[in-house]
């Protein structure tokens, strides 16, 4: 199994899931726990890895194996919770904290949905965890991308007679693993990677111990930390935010560049910002280097086929820029290689893709994000763009969609981006230890958006009813840094 990587890497502080929150306003589609489970019910036959689990090889003689749970419960997967009513985006957020902080049961199919009643105005809330090694993009899309019709009427499918496969015997599986070594070499060094790399993994944790206790005995200081590292804690602290898509498209129209541009430039700015709420020295930092997952056309592969078209790449984000615009055109040009090559995916293919497909994408780009660790990049940065039509779960229409990525060893920080029904939908995932001001770099992220619309029309846009006014934070340190 070639996804044996990421459940070897996988620790107490660094769970290897995605998740999703999306809000719903069920209106008089009766949408509830009930309705949800019987959509999964009715839609799972199109992710049958959904009803497998892992299996060890016997002695490890080679990689793990995906089969059948033949105690397949989807009660297990699918659960119920609820706020006290009138439940507020901030409690739903505090749940959310608990819940993608806790790893997936490895004994079981590795994933989960929560419905969350008692939100504000009726509405409820969906969480969905997914583990890296369940979702390739080929072989297995994010269940998400399944769920959601365009329209209002829910599609129905053929009946499911789902029925487990027997599980192979011990010996059938040490059997079959003697026959894939000697027949496929791949695989057996496959395994010895995975297993070599569980070794070296062990030996690093091992010698980082050995390093701080002879640290602590010699009054030597260990390396600094910045913002965006640390040693991570086994918490997680969620940020969202909801944004116009038509503001990016105002900035782009008038500077050119693509919408993607202008978020990575907000999103550049909300960190220059935060930087400097922490009394950062910006002649200290002057970039943040992040990887970008993008999506390119590779001819040699299937139309639908998404898992090797998501490719990384590299940007050095000018957070030591004081000029919006120039930031903007910084990032711009960091692009501008990847779409001279034609290869480029235009994002209005990637949003007319069958279903959901960002939950995918952004599962995709996880992936590729820990596989590109080595490369010394600082922060993972995923942004897909989805349709720009009304979709709907069991008849219950879709408001929001926040991402939710992991985050990686030594990253305090982590961002998802997804565009929908005209809306653009942060997620910020941070150490709930590391960056207890998590929700500071949020606010920044919406006060850089607006810092780039002034240069468009020359005034801050009104901030919307029900919303707290800016603190000017960022500003004002800004200020005492000049």
């Known amino acids: ?137 080929v072989v297995t899309v994010d269940l998400g991308q399944v769920l959601l019709d365009r329209d209002a009427e829910p599609k129905s499918s053929d009946p499911d007679d789902w029925r487990a496969r027997r599980t192979a015997s011990s010996a059938g599986l040490v059997m079959a693993a003697l026959k894939d070594t000697l027949t496929q070499p791949e695989t057996a060094a496959d395994t010895a990677r995975g297993t070599a790399g569980a070794a070296l993994r062990s030996a690093d944790r091992l010698l980082g111990r050995t390093a701080r206790v002879a640290n602590a005995l010699t009054g030597r200081r260990p390396e600094r930390e910045t913002p965006l590292s640390g040693r991570l804690s086994q918490q997680r602290r969620v940020v969202t935010l909801a944004t116009d898509l038509e503001a990016y498209r ?22 220059r910002a935060w930087l400097m709420t ?68 235009a994002a209005n293919r990637l949003a007319g893709i069958a279903g959901f497909a960002p939950t995918t994408f952004h599962a995709i780009g996880s992936r590729v994000a820990a596989r590109e660790l080595r490369h010394g990049f600082q922060i993972a940065i995923t942004n897909v763009p989805g349709p720009q039509t009304p979709l709907y779960a069991a008849g219950a229409r879709m408001l929001g969609t926040y991402p939710v990525p992991p985050l990686l060893p030594g990253q305090s920080l982590a961002i998802g981006v997804t565009s929908y029904d005209g809306k653009v939908f942060y997620g910020i995932t941070a150490d709930r ?50």
Not at 440 to 461: F, H, I, M, N, Y
Request: aromatic letters at 6%; proline letters at 6%; glycine letters at 8%.
């Open 1 to 137: 199994m070639r996804d044996l990587e990421f459940l070897i890497e996988e620790s107490a502080t660094t769970p290897r899931h995605n998740a999703t929150i999306e809000i719903f306003d069920p209106g008089d589609s009766g949408f509830d726990y009930d309705r949800l489970t019987a959509l999964i019910a009715d839609r799972i036959a199109f992710v049958p890895r959904y009803r497998q689990r892992v299996q060890q090889v016997p002695g490890r003689l080679a990689n793990p194996i995906w089969i059948d749970d033949v105690d397949f419960d989807l009660a297990y997967h699918v659960r119920r919770s609820a706020l006290p009513r009138p439940g507020s985006h901030e409690q739903l957020l505090e749940l959310v904290n608990r819940i993608v902080s806790r790893p997936l049961d490895r004994t079981r199919p590795l994933w989960e949905v929560y419905v969350v009643e008692g939100l504000a105005d009726g509405q409820v809330a969906l969480l969905s965890k997914t583990h890296q090694a369940l979702v390739d993009g």
């Open 250 to 271: 105002r900035v782009r129209d008038t500077h050119g560049g693509t919408v993607n541009d202008v978020v990575l430039a907000t999103i550049t700015g909300g960190l």
């Open 278 to 345: 922490r009394a950062e020295s910006m002649s200290g930092l002057k970039k943040v280097r992040a990887m970008v997952p993008v999506s390119v056309i590779d001819h040699e592969l299937e139309a639908n086929s998404l898992g090797s078209q998501i490719a990384p790449h590299f940007v050095d984000l000018p957070v030591g820029e004081a000029s919006p615009l120039v930031r903007l055109h910084q990032v711009s040009y960091s692009f501008q290689t990847y779409k001279d090559t034609g290869r480029a995916v």
């Open 433 to 482: 230890d590391l960056v207890p001001d998590a929700e500071t770099l949020g606010q920044c992220v919406r006060e850089a958006l607006d810092e780039l619309l002034e240069t468009v029309t020359g005034s801050r846009p009104r901030a919307p009813r029900g919303r707290r006014k800016s603190t000017g934070t960022a500003k004002k340190s800004a200020g005492q840094k000049k």
